[in-house]
């Protein structure tokens, strides 16, 4: 394997691993792989930080045990993975007030731009994989209606008044922000003008009674609390539930829909401090194998792998208008002019 061979090329050269982990504020869910870092990292056994947005875990808790042993038996070292799991804006956050995280892979790559800003991510991070753009996974939105319910059949459904909608806060949740997008670009995309989509926007959100921190929270509070008529998820939430036995009826709306891309990166500022460049940026690597875009394939996301991408397709829909946050003018554009204070995200719920 190429990547093999080019990793273990860099261990032989001499991997030296120095740094103490850091004390640092807790984000909303933390597990580790086996145990936690204690003391200076050595030669013989190095401690990581991920940290990701909510519904990735599935896929990583079986993207992390396939890398440790490919570590291991790559370089003879050992690698302990702690991971953490929350609402991407909070894990920002987090991460900026000190989480020492040596990768993030949030959903937004706006929220790597702050850290990037924050100059804990040096400029160019997109750049690390050839030909990705630091994108890992892509997916899509859906819509799901309660079992036994009004079935929703398309993006338009959502303005009915008598429906009530479930979604997170776009201001803690980049799933929400995909979401609100969405939303928009259903409107502007087919052809429809601002004004048209302010009003759309501001009727759908009208029908939301609760904004839940992250996408794995709005999902709680449409299942297990029963809130809400419609939940707008991810994709592959729906396919996760699916191949474990949970069947809901929801539709992708193909027509138009947004392509949901989650970046990663290695985290300079805390990686040169820990010591761990060498077997993170391993880490982001090895996300990009086979083996790892079949993770999330099986954990329902779209891989950016074309050849896994083959073997998955039948499980995603094709939707015939697939616009991209590039048709926003990128995150640089779509955050401050969406989701800042007193942007349009704020006009709509003030419009409901």
């Known amino acids: ?40 990292q050595n030669q013989e056994e190095v401690t990581l930080t991920l940290v990701s947005y909510a519904v990735t875990q599935s896929a990583y808790e079986k993207i992390v045990p396939q890398f440790v042993e490919y570590w291991e038996e790559t370089t003879g070292q050992r690698v302990t993975i702690d991971q953490s799991y929350g609402g991407s804006g909070t894990q920002t956050r987090a991460v900026i007030d000190g989480l020492e995280a040596d990768v993030v892979a949030l959903a937004l790559a706006s929220d790597h731009y702050a850290l990037q800003d924050a100059g804990l991510i040096e400029p160019g991070w997109e750049n690390a994989v050839s030909g990705q753009n630091g994108i890992i996974t892509r997916s899509v939105v859906a819509l799901v209606s309660r079992e036994g319910g009004e079935q929703v059949e398309s993006w338009q459904d959502l303005a009915d008044p008598d429906i009530t909608v479930i979604t997170a806060n776009p201001k803690t949740s980049g799933g929400a922000r995909w979401n609100f997008l969405g939303l928009w670009g259903s409107v502007t995309k087919a052809g429809g003008s601002v004004e048209e989509a302010k009003e759309f926007v501001a009727q759908v959100y009208g029908s939301v009674t609760t904004l839940p921190r992250d996408a794995r929270e709005a999902s709680d509070v449409f299942y297990t609390r029963n809130q809400g008529d419609v939940l707008m998820n991810y994709e592959n939430e729906l396919l996760l539930a699916e191949s474990q036995g949970r069947i809901q009826p929801y539709v992708i709306p193909t027509d138009y829909n947004i392509s949901i891309e989650g970046p990663v990166a290695v985290v300079d500022g805390y990686v040169d401090r820990r010591g761990t460049r060498e077997v993170a940026e391993a880490f982001v690597e090895f996300l990009y194998t086979p083996e790892a875009q079949r993770a999330f394939a099986e954990a329902g996301f779209r891989p950016v792998n074309e050849e896994v991408f083959a073997e998955f397709s039948q499980r995603f829909p094709v939707v015939e208008n697939l616009f991209t946050i590039e048709d926003f003018g990128g995150w640089n554009q779509a955050q401050p002019e969406f989701f800042s204070d007193g942007a349009i995200f704020d006009q709509a719920l003030l419009g409901r």
């Open 1 to 40: 394997m190429k990547l093999q061979r080019r990793l273990f090329g860099k261990f032989l050269l001499g991997l030296t691993i120095s740094g103490v982990i850091a004390s640092c504020a807790s984000p909303p869910t933390t597990t580790e792989n086996s145990g936690s870092a204690t003391g200076v």
